[in-house]
């Protein structure tokens, strides 16, 4: 098994180890390191205790349900019929600095929490993504103004979300520099399109690849500066 390399970021050790190890144990070895800060980050910042019996029983459940969640096609929202109800779905994407869709995620949660909830959990979540992949540098842009204005400390937080934008924040300390800007719903297609993901998959999931066309279409209007206009 190939050593991890400290001087480097996870997402380059993950790309050393695609030359060596197999997908399926690379997806347990990435799972089982992410739950590993995951779990470094509650011990230290909420003070949250963690069994080594604890976490094993995450990252197996996380692993399980992750297998369950590739069962499912990435399809177009239009054409899913499966959709959960009395949720409210999240989703976010990454980009690189051309544009290129390197992450994508989307969850449901139920109803009993807020849209406003919902947005907030997107923005903290797409936060540990980028972390995840080692991104030091980053560009927020979200179209819920109350989440952009919280984070931002122009509004007063509302109470619903405090206790998200707070750890929000807390991860943005880790950066070099960060930035987060409001734009308008029809500049926010890609991440709106895992939105509606969400409506289909009650667990976390993640895509590293094989974005859907419809997606891929919205990635590639967006690097090629196509406009949008609002209705």
């Given amino acids: ?9 996870l997402y380059s050790n993950i790309q050393n180890l695609k030359q060596n190890v197999s997908t399926e144990n690379l997806e347990k070895i990435t799972i089982g390191w992410w739950f590993i800060w995951f779990i470094r980050n509650s011990v230290t910042f909420k003070q949250e205790s963690f069994s080594s019996s604890q976490a094993c029983i995450l990252i197996r459940n996380f692993i399980k349900n992750w297998r369950n969640s590739l069962n499912h096609d990435m399809d177009d929202p239009s054409q899913t019929t499966n959709n959960l109800e009395n949720v409210n779905p999240f ?3 990454i980009r690189d600095e051309k ?3 390197i992450l994508a995620e989307a969850k449901a949660i139920h109803n009993s929490y807020s849209i406003l909830q919902a947005e907030a959990m997107g923005l903290r979540e797409g936060l540990k993504g980028a972390l995840f992949l080692g991104i030091k540098n980053l560009i927020i842009e979200g179209d819920n103004l109350v989440v952009v ?5 122009v509004w007063q937080i509302p109470w619903e979300i405090n206790n998200i934008i707070c750890d929000a924040e807390m991860d943005l300390t880790t950066l070099e520099s960060f930035s987060v800007r409001h734009c308008f719903r029809e500049a926010n ?3 709106d399109f895992m939105a509606n993901q969400g409506h289909t998959t009650p667990d976390l999931r ?3 690849s094989s974005f859907a066309p419809p997606l891929s279409l919205i990635i590639r209007k967006d690097a090629l500066g196509w406009p ?3 209705a």
């Fill in 228 to 230: 949008t206009s609002r």
């Fill in 149 to 153: 204005n919280s984070i931002n400390r």
């Fill in 206 to 208: 993640y895509w590293f």
């Fill in 189 to 191: 297609q890609a991440a």
């Fill in 91 to 93: 989703g976010f994407i």
């Fill in 99 to 101: 544009g290129e869709l």
């Fill in 1 to 9: 098994m190939p050593s991890f390399d400290p001087d480097l970021d």
